[in-house]
């Protein structure tokens, strides 16, 4: 508070609000959110319909099972399927805990006839409970995206 008599004279922000590179990088990655995040609609209505994701998802040890290998292009074994349903184990806590918690993940957007080690770590990480999350960025950051129960 000043004083009376004082001196005032404001200091101008060091940017604009709403210029700069920062709001730029933001942009950015809302937008990747948005995209992953309508990728993600099917697996979405999905969940919230059967309880479970589509029938084209299969978990790594289904795919093994039909030849594949990690970081191939799962077409090659599984035509037309989708790695997903596998328990995603939260170790660097990057989900909500509570006791009885299972966290299940599913590739999104992903394209099967092209190399898994070549393309983005765009998941959906889904829990028994019914809490969802997106990651754009192979599970450094996620973003609820609601309950599917």
Do not use: C
Request: aromatic fraction near 8%.
């Amino acid at each position: 508070m000043r004083q009376w008599g004082e001196r005032w004279s404001p200091k101008p922000p060091a940017k604009p609000p709403g210029r700069g590179p920062d709001n730029v990088a933001s942009h950015a990655k809302y937008k990747e959110l948005l995209q992953v995040t309508e990728a993600a609609n099917p697996l979405v209505d999905s969940l919230r319909q059967t309880g479970r994701l589509p029938a084209h998802f299969v978990d790594k040890t289904t795919a093994a099972q039909h030849g594949y290998k990690p970081g191939k292009a799962l077409n090659n074994y599984v035509p037309g399927g989708q790695i997903g349903g596998d328990i995603f184990h939260n170790t660097t806590k990057v989900l909500p805990d509570s006791p009885g918690r299972i966290w299940h993940e599913a590739d999104v957007g992903l394209k099967n006839t092209m190399s898994r080690a070549k393309q983005p770590g765009t998941r959906l990480l889904y829990s028994n409970d019914g809490l969802m999350y997106v990651t754009s960025d192979h599970y450094k950051t996620v973003n609820f995206i609601g309950r599917y129960k």
